[in-house]
T-cell receptor
Framework: AQSVTQPDIHITVSEGASLELRCNYSYGATPYLFWYVQSPGQGLQLLLK??????LVQGIKGFEAEFKRSQSSFNLRKPSVHWSDAAEYFCAVDPSNTGNQFYFGTGTSLTVIP | EAGVAQSPRYKIIEKRQSVAFWCNPISGHATLYWYQQILGQGPKLLIQFQNNGVVDDSQLPKDRFSAERLKGVDSTLKIQPAKLEDSAVYLC????????????FGPGTRLTVL
């Protein structure tokens, strides 16, 4: 079945450590790819998106993501995590590449310890 | 610039009752989305409007859910009658055109069905 998967339900990292959140998709063609963050008490916010071109995408708040076609992955990274990064992170895809479909993964909850 | 407004923020109803949620998108945004986010899951797109027309409602349970955007601005999502499994946060988002443009999310309405 076509899907978007976030294998890690919960991740804990120390402040200042690097972070990588995994996202895999299973669609025939490369979908449009997105990462969103949902902080407690705040709405969902777009971190970055990939449509085509350079496979390394820069986003807001120091995040980046790398698209790897061979692995059907779009992993989110940050070199040094801050306590304020504690939140729920969602990968999302548009498999239609038209802007008319949208599916979110189940999310990864990030805890940052001092 | 004002963000996406939603009301009410919280609603508690008995099963088989009806409920309605209201959303006012960012001024000038042509596209409006309604999502359902069940606890522990990613948001699920219910319906997408482009101005006052429906672009996609393939995941909307049409036997009980309805939505309208009569004047191409604000929108109402209705559930009639509600079931226990409808307990969720209902998110509204808007974008200038389609998913390729950044979606801006409202704070959501938390619905509890007893």
């Amino acid at each position: 079945a076509q899907s978007v998967t976030q294998p890690d339900i919960h991740i804990t990292v120390s402040e200042g450590a690097s972070l990588e959140l995994r996202c895999n998709y299973s669609y025939g063609a490369t979908p449009y790819l997105f990462w969103y963050v949902q902080s407690p008490g705040q709405g969902l916010q777009l971190l970055l998106k990939y449509f085509s071109g350079d496979t390394l995408v820069q986003g807001i708040k120091g995040f980046e993501a790398e698209f790897k076609r061979s692995q059907s992955s779009f992993n989110l990274r940050k070199p040094s995590v801050h306590w304020s990064d504690a939140a729920e992170y969602f990968c999302a895809v548009d498999p239609s590449n038209t802007g008319n479909q949208f599916y979110f993964g189940t999310g990864t909850s990030l805890t940052v310890i001092p | 610039e004002a963000g996406v407004a939603q009301s009410p923020r919280y609603k508690i109803i008995e099963k088989r009752q009806s409920v309605a949620f209201w959303c006012n998108p960012i001024s000038g945004h042509a596209t409006l989305y309604w999502y359902q986010q069940i606890l522990g899951q990613g948001p699920k797109l219910l319906i997408q409007f482009q101005n006052n027309g429906v672009v996609d409602d393939s995941q909307l349970p049409k036997d009980r859910f309805s939505a309208e955007r009569l004047k191409g601005v604000d929108s109402t999502l209705k559930i009639q009658p509600a079931k226990l499994e409808d307990s969720a946060v209902y998110l509204c988002a808007s974008s200038s055109r389609t998913f390729t443009d950044t979606q801006y999310f409202g704070p959501g309405t938390r619905l509890t069905v007893l």
